[in-house]
């Protein structure tokens, strides 16, 4: 299809990866529009095809569905929102704009790494899944929240590691292990950061398939660490670092390598925000929904509300 025309609302900081995939992929930049704006009045004004939603996460379900009532298409930043009552006003309202095109950010899902663990898995070469494992050990200090108020305070962010740093994790975990049916763990806050989001979180998750999960998410270690996810399974091992290592049951072993971190944005991000970007603008002319939508993304967003709510 020709390149479409693009506005972007919430020029913040991971706008950037955003600004940089729409100029690589050569789409007509309309505008960018400020979320202290009024969006109703931007999306008149510069009519765009397609709107990239990077505000603050208790702003999204608002623009959002102002933007399909427009008929504009709708790419948005995890999470879907800041609260799951809100993010199902989105899953109805994307139901009544079947034509229109809405998808979420869980961008690691299009890591080669990713991609490559789950065609081993569901090949059923290394058998039934057992088990796995997941860690998110990074680091955030004062000056991350008080650069952008609104991350440390709940009822704008929704809440804090979890839902803002490890849900591309945890959703991960869920796409790659299979659907959790029973999930405990605690959120709570142990690093005297500002604001009321917890900085630390563990949570054990029981899959559909018989499988369990054990997950731990902090934002108090001392430097961004890879995040690590390993799945064992009946005939051999998978670990996610970086680059993804399979082990065999017979002794094989065989690497496949992560993208290198792309030019903008911090190098943790990783690499994939464009190749999602690409995907969504390639989706467009097909009739069938993108396939992370805000009802697929909500899976790992309930998660994360069960947790806020055995722990507050």
């Given at each position: ?14 706008s ?16 960018v529009?400020?979320?202290?704006r ?17 505000t603050?996460?208790d ?34 309202a994307a139901k009544?704009h ?9 961008q690691?899902?299009y ?27 990074w ?5 991350y ?7 440390s ?6 809440g804090?590691v ?11 975990v ?9 999930a ?17 979180a563990?949570?054990?998750?029981d899959h559909?398939?018989?499988?369990r ?7 108090t270690?001392a ?6 996810l ?16 399979v ?11 992560e ?14 925000h464009e ?13 069938e ?19 806020y709510?055995?722990?507050?």
């Amino acid at each position: 299809m020709t390149a479409p025309r693009v506005a972007l609302i919430g020029p913040g900081t991971v706008s950037v990866v955003h600004l940089a995939a729409i100029e690589k992929l050569g789409a007509e930049l309309a505008g960018v529009c400020d979320s202290s704006r009024d969006h109703r009045a931007f999306l008149d004004e510069v009519r765009p095809e397609v709107v990239h939603i990077c505000t603050p996460h208790d702003r999204h379900v608002q623009i959002a569905r102002d933007a399909l009532e427009r008929g504009v298409h709708v790419l948005l930043e995890k999470p879907v929102a800041h609260t799951v009552e809100q993010a199902e006003l989105l899953v109805a309202a994307a139901k009544d704009h079947p034509s229109v095109k809405i998808g979420v950010c869980l961008q690691n899902r299009y890591n080669p790494t990713s991609r490559a663990a789950r065609e081993i898995l569901l090949s059923g070469e290394l058998g039934r899944v057992i088990g796995a494992s997941a860690s998110v050990l990074w680091h955030r200090d004062a000056a991350y929240y008080d650069a952008r108020p609104w991350r440390s305070v709940r009822e704008r962010a929704g809440g804090g590691v979890l839902i803002n740093q490890a849900i591309h994790t945890l959703d991960l975990v869920q796409w790659l292990v299979g659907d959790v049916v029973a999930a405990t763990g605690h959120a709570g806050r142990y690093g005297g950061l500002p604001g009321d989001v917890e900085d630390t979180a563990h949570l054990m998750l029981d899959h559909a398939g018989g499988a369990r999960s054990v997950f731990f998410a902090t934002v108090t270690n001392a430097v961004d660490s890879p995040v690590t996810l390993e799945i064992v399974a009946e005939r051999g091992t998978l670990l996610l670092r970086g680059d993804l290592t399979v082990a065999y049951a017979d002794g094989r072993t065989e690497t496949i390598a992560e993208l290198a971190p792309g030019g903008a944005g911090r190098s943790y991000w990783g690499a994939s925000h464009e190749l999602l970007i690409a995907d969504f603008y390639r989706s467009l002319s097909d009739p069938e929904p993108f396939p992370i939508g805000p009802q697929e993304a909500l899976a790992a967003q309930r998660l994360i509300d069960e947790i806020y709510r055995t722990t507050s």
